[in-house]
């Protein structure tokens, strides 16, 4: 890209030096010009978007194209946004505010920045693992027949801080990434050797380079910038060389700290010979000695763009990028630079380099000699390209419920049984849906779906046990036409997994549904990658089965308590917990509708905002066997059940006692109620479909009604204030007892919540339930208490 007046490389360094300026000002302007009204920290990481300045800018103004996708490392928030508004994708106005409400946010989000990010960062760790499974979707897409195999392959580019590394996510993810033939993915190392409280311990790159290549990735070092390659071509540079190989990561740092003087007093002592190493020396100024010994590969231009542009192959690659923490700041190697901030004599101090005048902080090219050249330089950028990077593709029509009878079932079987129906529609729906799970996909039902839909691989692969005549349940066929995706039995890489696949839509053009199954328990082992998919605004079916007590023989470890507090507190995610196969049928019909909606809301459904912009969905599933309930599903009860709640048994006037359960304890309220009722009590049964639901349609009309909207009104309202005042009611759950008792609040009823407290054990389902005391008995004990009052 030939630019009159400014060379590529010159305009590069040019920008990487705007870039830390904006940056380092934004922290600065933040946390000690803007009024802190509230006295709390602001914070800002100044030193960590330093050390990543040069690889940021040489990537966005050198390298990247606009299929390409980037996880910015999280501290380094400071200098995207600054790339970001040099670009014009970001107004002035959002980095005055960076921190504050309305402005830049701390880490780079998708749903909460206006500027362009690919991949919401934060919790560390997990913006590097999703690039990898986001470039494994990319395969999945290109492998089918649609229009998204006729755009150009992106990369999947992750910028990392050494300190990442001790996540272990990252390594399941390694080892998921090497299953599944990986491309097209590049993971950048900020190798500054400090974490956010030290300094790394030494010989820390010979464990990440031997862990890559183990996996079968590429290993790229950029340890020394052009500057230091060439002192090393010079007389004596060969002992100036070994120097720096040999120097220990703290000294190194706490030289860079100190400065020129300190660099030439220490190398004067310990490789100066008053020959060709002095000589080599005193030919460079203090400041040209502490130039050079800054230069390391990550902070040099030239070697990064020689060595991205090299690495052109579609081989998962990993730079090693030798940086400084805080390089080209005052605060650059010490060791407590990660929360620390410049002062005002050190801001002044790198104002006075960048030679920024008084009330020109924010201007885009201020300190710059070729201001002209490199606005047309940046305007000649191809990742700076006018149309949005965000894809779009259309809803694809959901095909109704799909009814699999009455007979006696578990919801579990009735969530495989569905699927299938659904395979056999070979509908455009059908062909959307992928499927995924962390080795429990037989246990979890998905048997039937694969049977018929095959395992996804980009390259034919027999079934072995097929092909030698061996009798198997499973025939599955490794195929690129497959719809489900094998993995490991690692939770966090399965809601990576999903979170990825509920982008494509706007990372790669194609709508998939992606249904994720595993063990309920276990939810709580990826929580964080599932929130971080949820904060992604990705859209998946998660289906957790089995839940609670009721498998009773697995004990404790297996056996789940506050997954529905997990569905109802989870932001961007819709729980349900349904007690039988026709509700299952209806939520899965509406779940597939909820999951691609965008802003046009079905009206009959529109409670409340969430419904107009959908999410994700979770359905907690259990395998205990319930006789079903004979009736015909009508418009009214359809919609009751996605609102949360609908009277199995509608009270009268002189009811006396509610019994409200939700999932498989729909068995224990029916037997209490008939039980109950036998004593000429009046009982209601009010089976809950949706707490999450129930409770966020009820938050949402209390606060219609703090800002003034009398009408305002919920489901559960209208339900509840069908019974009289004087009506007890009692909530049984297989989990926690809080997920249901808030009810007793809406209306300000006496309520007894039954639930499970405390970890399970091995038994037999009527065992457990006795000993937790959500059984009939005990639901039947606390009507006869409450009613005595």
């Known amino acids: 890209m030939a630019i009159e007046g400014i060379g590529r490389i010159e305009a590069i360094e040019a920008l990487t030096r705007k870039s830390l300026w904006l940056a380092s000002w934004m922290v600065h302007h933040a946390n000690h010009i803007r009024p802190n009204i509230d006295g709390v920290k602001v914070g800002g990481h100044q030193a960590s978007s330093a050390s990543m300045a040069a690889m940021l800018s040489t990537l966005y103004f050198g390298v990247l194209k606009p299929e390409d996708r980037v996880a910015v490392k999280p501290h380094a928030a400071p200098v995207f946004h600054a790339i970001q508004y040099l670009m014009g994708r970001q107004i002035r106005e959002k980095l005055i505010d960076f921190r ?19 991949f919401s960062t934060g919790s560390v760790g997990l913006g590097v693992a999703f690039s990898a499974f986001a470039s494994l979707v990319q395969d999945y897409v290109r492998a089918k027949d649609w229009a998204g195999k006729e755009r150009p392959e992106g990369r999947m580019i992750a910028l990392a801080g050494d300190a990442e590394l001790d996540e272990g996510n990252i390594y399941e993810c390694l080892l998921e990434g090497w299953k599944h033939g990986l491309r097209n993915c590049w993971w950048i190392i900020d190798y500054n050797r400090q974490s956010l409280d030290g300094v790394v311990r030494e010989g820390l790159y010979d464990r990440i380079e031997a862990v890559f290549k183990a996996f079968g990735w590429k290993v790229v070092t950029l340890k020394y910038g052009a500057l230091q390659r060439a002192a090393f071509a010079e007389a004596g540079g060969e002992h100036l060389k070994a120097w720096i190989d040999a120097c220990p990561n703290a000294l190194y740092s706490a030289l860079m700290f100190r400065g020129g003087a300190a660099w030439r007093e220490r190398l004067s002592d310990e490789i100066g010979d ?44 990993v730079f090693i990028a030798y940086t400084v923490k805080g390089w080209g700041t005052p605060l650059a190697g010490h060791k407590d630079n990660h929360a620390g901030q410049m002062t005002g004599a050190q801001i002044e101090q790198l104002r006075s380099a960048h030679r920024i005048r008084e009330g020109h902080e924010w201007d885009r090219f201020e300190g710059q000699d070729k201001p002209d050249a490199l606005a047309a330089f940046l305007a000649a950028v191809p990742f700076n390209t006018a149309q949005s990077r965000r894809l779009t593709s259309p ?21 495989g049984r569905i699927l299938d129906a659904i395979a056999k529609t070979d509908s455009e729906m059908a062909r959307r849906i992928v499927t995924t799970s962390p080795d429990v996909t037989v246990s979890t039902n998905l048997g039937a779906w694969v049977n018929r839909r095959n395992l996804f691989a980009s390259q034919e692969m027999a079934d072995l046990f097929q092909k030698e005549a061996i009798p198997s349940t499973q025939k599955w066929r490794f195929t690129p036409e497959g719809q489900h995706l094998e993995l490991g039995i690692a939770e966090m890489n399965l809601f990576l997994m999903l979170g990825a696949a509920g982008l494509s839509h706007s990372l790669f053009g194609e709508r998939l549904l992606p249904i994720g199954t595993l063990y309920d328990p276990f939810i709580s082992r990826g929580l964080d990658a599932l929130n971080y998919a949820c904060y992604q605004d990705a859209r998946f079916l998660l289906v957790a089965t089995p839940s609670g007590v009721s498998l009773a023989g697995e004990g404790g470890a ?31 019909d509406w779940a597939f509708d909820y999951m691609q909606r965008s802003g046009d809301a079905r009206p009959d459904l529109a409670d409340w905002p969430r419904d107009v912009t959908g999410g994700s969905v ?44 939700q999932g498989v304890l729909a068995s224990e309220a029916i037997a209490a109620a008939a039980r109950i009722g036998g004593d000429r009590r009046n009982v209601a049964v009010l089976a809950v479909t949706s707490a999450d639901r129930l409770n966020a349609g009820w938050q949402a009309a209390q606060r219609g009604r703090l800002h003034g909207d009398r009408t305002a009104g919920s489901h559960v309202e209208n339900l509840l204030s069908q019974i009289p005042h004087s009506a007890s009611i009692i909530t049984a759950i297989d989990a926690h007892p809080a997920t249901l008792g808030w009810l007793g609040s809406v209306q300000g009823h006496r309520t007894v919540a039954l639930g499970v407290e405390h970890f399970g054990q091995t038994g037999t389902v009527r065992d457990l339930y006795s000993h937790f005391g959500i059984d009939a008995e005990t639901i039947v004990a606390a009507a006869g208490h409450l009613m005595a009052r």
Request: net charge negative; hydrophobic share 40%; aromatic share 6%.
């Open 100 to 118: 504050a409400f309305g402005g830049a946010q701390s880490y780079p989000s998708r749903t909460k920045d206006t500027d362009d990010v690919d």
């Open 274 to 317: 008053q020959g060709a190493v002095s000589a080599l020396l005193a030919r460079r100024s203090d400041d040209e000695l502490a130039a050079l010994m800054a230069n390391l590969g990550g902070h040099c231009v030239e070697s990064l763009l020689d060595q991205f542009e090299a690495a052109g192959n579609d081989e998962p690659t």
């Open 395 to 415: 809803a694809v029509p959901t095909i109704g419920p799909q009814f699999i009878g009455t007979g006696p079932t578990s919801t579990q079987a009735a969530f």
């Open 558 to 588: 297996h056996q789940s308590i506050a997954s529905p507090l997990i569905g109802m507190s989870q932001d961007g995610l819709a729980s349900f917990e349904p007690a039988f196969a026709d509700e299952l049928s209806v939520i899965i």
């Open 618 to 661: 979770y359905l907690r599933l259990s395998t205990r066997m319930l006789e079903q309930v004979p009736r015909e599903m009508d418009e009214t009860l359809s919609a009751d059940i996605i609102r949360g709640a609908y009277w199995l048994n509608p009270p009268t006037p002189q009811c006396e006692v509610v019994i409200a359960y």
